[in-house]
């Protein structure tokens, strides 16, 4: 039986993906979202997956726990989600979106390289040693050696986007002549590691519980721009 057989015969009426337009249309007129596309109930699933996740971790999580703690029937769950491993891609998509919103624009208008580097790897530093951040990666480092794909997700949606968000951004201000760099894609990694040197591993692996602080974050990332700069900048002559 397949994942889509079993939310049917769990769930027939909730098979709103295989009701047509007549069915989807008649639910709009009657001021219901069609199966599977209300906001507010896909909201309340992922706030009890969440919960169950953190709890529970990945492996120890089952539907069945997510479908108590969200409050919705297992069928209803399997309108919405595939599977669990479909509910932990999307939840941690969410989080991220949630989470780096506004980063990128860190890098935009006018201002000093350095001073645009500093509040981006500030904030960076930050988001990377926060909880929520810390439990994802260890969720995910428990599981992608026997689930590969979700490891490669997790590092094409979190850090190698990064990289390449910032890449962009080194690239501007080569061809403006403010940086000299051969390669800006290394350049981007290195500098996203400098900015977490000393923080991100010593929490991931917790020899540290708490996350830095804000002005542990400036002093680290301080020194990044430093050395970034002492590299990368134009220099006279």
């Known amino acids: 039986m397949t994942i889509k057989d079993a939310t049917m015969a769990a769930c027939p009426d909730a098979a709103g993906m295989g009701r047509g337009k007549t069915a989807g249309a008649a639910e709009a007129s009657a001021g219901r979202c069609p199966a599977g596309e209300d906001p507010t109930k896909r909201q309340q699933i992922m706030a009890g997956a969440e919960k169950v996740f953190t709890t529970l971790g990945f492996d120890g999580a089952s539907m069945s726990d997510i479908s108590r703690e969200a409050g919705v029937s297992k069928g209803t769950l399997y309108v919405y989600f595939q599977g669990k491993e479909d509910l932990f891609a999307a939840l941690i998509e969410q989080e991220r979106e949630d989470l780096l919103r506004g980063t990128a624009d860190l890098l935009k208008g006018e201002g000093a390289v350095a ?32 689930m590969p794909e979700m490891g490669v997700n997790f590092y094409e949606g979190g850090a190698n986007r990064g990289i390449g ?25 290195q500098f996203i590691d ?21 002005e542990e974050c400036a002093h680290v990332v301080g020194s990044a721009v430093e050395m970034f700069m002492s590299y990368y900048g134009r220099r006279p002559g």
């Open 115 to 146: 001073d645009k580097l500093l509040r981006y790897g500030q904030r960076l530093a930050g988001i990377l040693c926060s909880d929520k951040v810390i439990r994802a990666h260890r969720i995910v480092l428990g599981i992608c050696e026997r």
């Open 165 to 189: 968000a910032l890449q962009a951004y080194l690239e501007r201000e080569v061809a403006a002549g403010t940086l000299v760099i051969a390669d800006t894609r290394r350049a981007a990694a």
């Open 194 to 214: 400098l900015c977490n040197s000393g923080l991100f591993k010593s929490r991931l692996f917790g020899a540290r519980s708490e996350a830095p602080t804000a």
